[in-house]
């Protein structure tokens, strides 16, 4: 794996830029990696909709605009998948926090809260 | 099949409401509890349409995988997986050298194709290795992974002699064919069954698929493909180390193997007393050795 270059200050701004070397990565490809990755598949995003179809950990969630997502409850949440069929029973209004997956035409949903209801 | 007398009954094309016992109309059998259901699946009549993979898809909410071409031939999906519980193989048959024969033999001679699924096994090894009893056997004679059971620990998935159960990596949990478990609860027919346009796959009472696909076979040799016969039935390929028989059974033309399935699968459970053996035996040999060279010193 490639290791971070060590760190230069500007010639002409004093400013720190990344030491050229041959072979490595440079610290701005890997941060314009990161960047990528966090606008991208990995960065966490949310939507809010009724849940209008639930199969196990899976359901569907209608937005604003009338278009359906699916979605699939990943490990690190903390819903159950019986406690998404009485979301859908009341066609309840939610807050999804999801990030993409990988090689699947799928949404991760990571955290899921009700919008219709004032926080506690 | 001819047409159910309840069928003049339902003359509309817009329902309010969902028919009750709707399986007597489109699949002739009034599904209740207690009774064992499968699958029959035809390969001869197989087109490859895929018509069972997007119904399995759109009923049980399952996400579109390995998006993208594989290279090899039409089939996209590759195989059975924690997303898709209904695989159609696409089988190229090719002659010598790989030179398709010119004269074919009848039926799917050129393409195989059978449409795959979980065997909804009588002595489902599967089940027999969840510590949880995540895995159950339902009402209806069927095998289901119970999601809030599941705790992901992957054990069925080795004793699967099929390689059908895999783990999601997303929520961790083992997902398979549920043979519709909530369609069957509404007097539904199984979404796959239902879409098939060719009836490559037949759901019903196990007995009666049982005698329908004998007689099918009958009908098939004395049309001249003698080599059709039947996996899964009892007494047949594929009902072999004491896995009973298969609720969802299959006629091929061609040996297991070209399908991906295995000759002659068997449970886990029958390996257990030859390597629980193996392993004391070994244990003890250790101990024994252990014994010996620690007390010849002083
Ligand atoms: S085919 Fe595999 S997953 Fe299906 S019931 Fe049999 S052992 Fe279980
Ligand atoms: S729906 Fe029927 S014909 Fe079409 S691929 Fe599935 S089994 Fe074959």
Known sequence: ?120 | MDMHPRASEEPQSRLDKVIPNEAELTAGVRIEPGKSYGFFTDTTLCIGCKACEVACKEWNNLPADNVGITGHSYDNTGALSANSWRHVNFIEQAGACGVRENAQSPFQSGWLMMSDVCKHCHNAPCLEACPTGALFRTEFDTVVVQQDICNGCGYCVPACPFGVVDLSELDGKAHKCTLCYDRLKGGLEPACAKSCPTDSIQFGELEELQERAEKRVAQLHELGAGNAYLYGAPGSPGATGDLGHLNAFFLLTERPETYNLPTAPTRAANRVPSSLGAGLTAVAGLALAAFAIFSGRD
Do not use: C, W
Request: no cysteine.
């Open chain 1, 1 to 120: 794996m490639a290791t971070l270059p060590a760190l230069l200050p500007h010639p002409a701004g004093g400013r720190l830029v990344p030491e050229r070397r041959p072979h490595a990565t440079s610290r701005a490809a890997q941060v314009s990696f990161l960047r990528m990755q966090l606008s991208g598949p990995l960065a966490m995003k949310t939507m809010e909709g009724v849940v209008t179809i639930v199969q196990e950990g899976r359901f569907q969630l209608t937005d604003d605009g009338g278009v359906s997502h699916l979605f699939l409850l990943s490990h690190d949440a903390a819903l159950e998948p019986e406690q998404l069929p009485p979301l859908q029973h009341r066609q309840a209004r939610v807050r999804v926090h999801y990030t993409a997956a990988r090689n699947l035409i799928a949404l991760v949903a990571h955290s899921l809260e009700r919008a219709d209801m004032p926080a506690a």
